[in-house]
């Protein structure tokens, strides 16, 4: 199974604060997404990367950047944080590959990161 | 641009009703489309997928038909449980020009499924 892994569940930080998220793969996925979940606004996409040290800005990338300096791992960086980036932040990753009758293929999440910023 | 609309909800049902969660869609082109669940305090699951026109997913009960001429894609259950209670979340994904993936969300609906 594949397993999407992000090292806090849990994080309080200050504002003004630069704060760092990271998510690990273990699959060998060529795209790796960030979105944040809000209520009523549902998934939000921050930014994706579908090759190493490659980035797209997704609906939502001001107050924010990535980095993926190595296939598995895909960071997500809160340059100096804000209040209204308390969010709840999720990492998924998926394959490129088609092939036939395979269509495009369903995205693998983490379990989230809750990040309150005070 | 591409879109998915589905109710909020919450979503009250008893034990062994029958659920319906509707799913319409937007896009250009030929999506694959997708149904996730999100249980409380984790992140989301893929539910079933179904990758053209006319074609059934199905998974631990629920189904959900690809239809094109009505740009549909309804969630259904015959009889739910307790333990089905989550936020469901219908999705599309097509290839941008260069041929990376995009994902389009709905706002996720919320099933309560009480005894």
């Known amino acids: 199974d594949v397993k999407v892994t992000q090292s806090s569940r849990y994080l309080v930080k200050r504002t003004g604060e630069k704060v760092f998220l990271e998510c690990v793969q273990d699959?060998?996925?060529?795209?790796m997404f960030w979105y944040r979940q809000d209520p009523g606004l549902g998934l939000r996409l921050i930014y994706f990367?579908?090759?190493?040290?490659?980035?797209e800005k997704g609906d939502i990338p001001e107050g924010y950047s990535v980095s993926r300096e190595k296939k598995e791992r895909f960071s997500l960086i809160l340059e100096s944080a804000s209040t209204n980036q308390t969010s709840m932040y999720l990492c998924?990753?998926?394959?490129?590959?088609?092939?036939?009758?395979?269509?495009?293929?369903?995205?693998?999440f983490g379990d989230g990161t809750r990040l309150s910023i005070l | 641009g591409n879109s998915v609309t589905q109710m909020e909800g919450p979503v009250t049902l008893s034990e062994e009703a029958f659920l319906t969660i509707n799913c319409t869609y937007t896009a250009t082109g030929y999506p694959s489309l997708f149904w996730y669940v999100q249980y409380p305090g984790e992140g989301l699951q893929l539910l079933l997928k179904a990758t053209k026109a006319d074609d059934k997913g199905s998974n631990k009960g629920f189904e959900a038909t690809y239809r094109k001429e009505t740009t549909s894609f309804h969630l259904e259950k015959g009889s739910v449980q307790v333990s089905d209670s989550a936020v469901y979340f219908c999705a599309l994904s097509d290839r941008r020009f260069g041929g990376y993936q995009k994902v389009t969300f709905g706002i996720g609906t919320k099933l309560q499924v009480i005894p």
């Open positions: 699959m060998d996925h060529e795209n």
């Open positions: 998924a990753s998926s394959s490129s590959s088609t092939g036939p009758g395979r269509g495009n293929q369903p995205q693998h």
């Open positions: 990367s579908y090759d190493v040290k490659m980035k």
